[in-house]
């Protein structure tokens, strides 16, 4: 027989193989599915969907779920996420990475407390992307959210162009999943990321440095026993245990305002973000002006602020505008810019 003849016959074998093993995953895919969400539900988590089939041959299956919804409605702090349908996508060779896409709006929710009005938003188009380690324990999170919105009649309108959120646990051996990874949360760092396109807030929120920030990123290590929940007494454990986010660098594009620093935050005793970090700030005429409108600084506080920040202010080489270093420090409540207080900070959980 030629040996080009037995080349089709295995290509033709190992297609039939390759197809026979796709089904069989397809097949499965709803068992596979409904094992997680009651891993899930036995966590505590309140999980709904129904599985609307598979397809993607040949090269993915693409799971699809109808009314799919994910929360913990009995925690002190309740959320949850839903979408009009979700398409889960994975590769038959690589169970190790999902990526999942919602069709339709996604909604989430989220009531931080009795005196603290609930939080209702709502996405034109949402995706993330979970790789999981080598004990198939979540290993790192992206999620991406166009359009992100708070819903209609919202206490506190707000809307964000775009969000980006990538969570990465960080191993404890220097590897990416390697066998001394442990589960995420635990005892290890998790490295985080944030990123916001264009969010308007409203007036009252922005105050002087108005309603509009262009732009913010962070990127930051949450250090010490990570919490399995978002609720008071494990966010106040965390911080007695010595639970601290180092903030590698920040950077904030709002209003007069261009800033970029790093430093260390934790939570006070009423679970506010405290801690203080060194800046750099440029435009800060404008904002002594806006303060001084607003009644914040009288004529002979703003001459003073002024001449002692120009004594101190530096000239970047590319001729751009005059920065100032300063310490922005979170402490009672309270954000401040070196010597200027600037706007309230909020507790995590209202009691």
Do not use: C
Not at 241 to 251: K, M, Q, S, W
Request: charged share 20%; no cysteine.
């Amino acid at each position: 027989m030629p040996r080009i003849l037995w080349l089709y016959i295995l290509l033709v074998v190992a297609a039939l193989g390759y197809t026979g093993y796709w089904f069989h995953l397809a097949g499965r895919s709803g068992e596979t599915v409904d094992a997680l969400a009651r891993a899930g539900r036995a966590d505590g988590l309140a999980i709904s969907y129904t599985v609307a089939g598979t397809g993607g041959y040949p090269y993915r299956l693409e799971t699809e779920l109808a009314a799919p919804s994910v929360g913990r409605p009995d925690a002190a702090a309740p959320w949850s996420v839903a979408a009009d349908g979700v398409v889960v996508v994975a590769q038959p060779w690589d169970f190790r990475h999902y990526i999942a896409i919602a069709e339709g709006a996604t909604r989430l929710s989220y009531a931080p407390g009795r005196d603290a009005p609930d939080i209702a938003l709502a996405a034109d188009r949402a995706r993330a992307s979970l790789i999981l380690d080598r004990r198939y324990a979540p290993l790192r999170l992206s999620m991406e959210f166009d359009s992100l919105a708070t819903a209609d009649g919202a206490a506190v309108p707000m809307r964000a162009d775009k969000v980006l959120i990538h969570a990465r646990r960080a191993e404890p051996d220097g590897g990416a999943g390697g066998a001394g990874a442990a589960p995420m949360p635990g005892n290890g760092a998790l490295d985080t990321a944030l990123r916001i396109e264009h969010l308007r807030l409203p007036p009252e929120i922005g105050g002087v440095l108005g309603p509009d920030i262009a732009a913010a990123a962070a990127d930051a290590t949450l250090s010490g026993p990570l919490p399995a929940r978002l609720a008071p007494a494990e966010m106040a454990a965390w911080r007695d245990a010595g639970g601290t986010a180092t903030v590698r660098a920040l950077a904030v594009d709002w209003g007069p305002l261009r800033l970029d620093g790093a430093g260390t935050l934790t939570l006070d005793a009423e679970l506010r973000p405290a801690g203080t970090l060194k800046t750099r700030v440029a435009g800060f005429d404008a904002l002594i002006d806006a303060l001084t409108a607003a009644g914040r600084l009288n004529d002979n506080a703003a001459g003073a602020v002024r001449l002692a920040l120009k004594l101190v202010e530096e000239r970047p080489a590319d001729g751009g505008a005059p920065v100032v270093r300063l310490p922005l420090v979170l402490k009672d409540g309270w954000a401040s810019l070196g010597p200027l207080r600037l706007f309230p900070v909020a507790p995590l959980f209202s009691s």
